[in-house]
T-cell receptor, first 111, second 114 residues
Framework: QKEVEQNSGPLSVPEGAIASLNCTYS??????FFWYRQYSGKSPELIMS????GDKEDGRFTAQLNKASQYVSLLIRDSQPSDSATYLC???????????FGAGTRLAVHP | ETGVTQTPRHLVMGMTNKKSLKCEQH?????MYWYKQSAKKPLELMFV???????ENNSVPSRFSPECPNSSHLFLHLHTLQPEDSALYLC?????????????FGEGSRLTVL
């Protein structure tokens, strides 16, 4: 069974620090990787997508992908209290848009 | 209205009731999805519709019955549910069902089965 694993947290970081969120996946043929942010009581929203090995930066967010290690991570620089949320890693193996989600990592940024 | 809207936002039903969840997307997308989110568990894909045709049924019990009358509307009909079906049901849409793409989620319908 295809799985996506995340540490449930909570991951607690001080304001201004770098938050590092990690995800591993089991299906070697996975092609597309996503990070969704979900605030408490709200729906998930896409914040990053990455398709090839290496780093992809967007503002304070950097996604990192290592297909050989089946590992994807999200770095949040200069963390803000408004970044406090649950971050969901999602992996697609192609075909119809069948995203497999991890259970999420809860991030808490304290002032 | 913009994005993906779901109604009702909260629903309490008995095990013998019949109810329906409604989803409407205003994004001009061709694919719609139902996901189930239970506490501390990953989002579970239930159904995928592409251009009103069901293309994925992820081993969902028959007490959940989806309906997609057009590319903008999606329903989830519920009957004889079990307490373990209590969860947040999320509707999503995307431009296409095939290939990678951003999913746009609705705010969800919180279901409680007594």
């Amino acid at each position: 069974q295809k799985e996506v694993e995340q540490n449930s947290g909570p991951l607690s970081v001080p304001e201004g620090a770098i938050a590092s969120l990690n995800c591993t996946y089991s299906d070697r043929v996975s092609q597309s990787f996503f990070w969704y942010r979900q605030y408490s009581g709200k729906s998930p929203e896409l914040i990053m997508s990455i398709y090839s090995n290496g780093d992809k930066e967007d503002g304070r967010f950097t996604a990192q992908l290592n297909k050989a290690s089946q590992y994807v991570s999200l770095l949040i620089r200069d963390s803000q209290p408004s970044d406090s949320a649950t971050y969901l890693c999602a992996v697609s193996s192609g075909g119809y848009n069948k995203l497999i989600f991890g259970a999420g990592t809860r991030l808490a940024v304290h002032p | 209205e913009t994005g993906v809207t779901q109604t009702p936002r909260h629903l309490v039903m008995g095990m013998t009731n019949k109810k329906s969840l409604k989803c409407e997307q205003h994004l001009g997308h061709n694919a719609m999805y139902w996901y189930k989110q239970s506490a501390k568990k990953p989002l579970e894909l239930m159904f995928v519709y592409s251009l009103e045709e069901r293309v994925e049924n992820n081993s969902v019990p028959s007490r959940f019955s989806p309906e997609c009358p057009n590319s903008s509307h999606l329903f989830l009909h519920l009957h004889t549910l079990q307490p373990e079906d209590s969860a947040l049901y999320l509707c999503a849409s995307s431009q296409e069902a095939s290939g990678p793409g951003e999913l746009f989620f609705g705010e969800g319908s919180r279901l409680t089965v007594l």
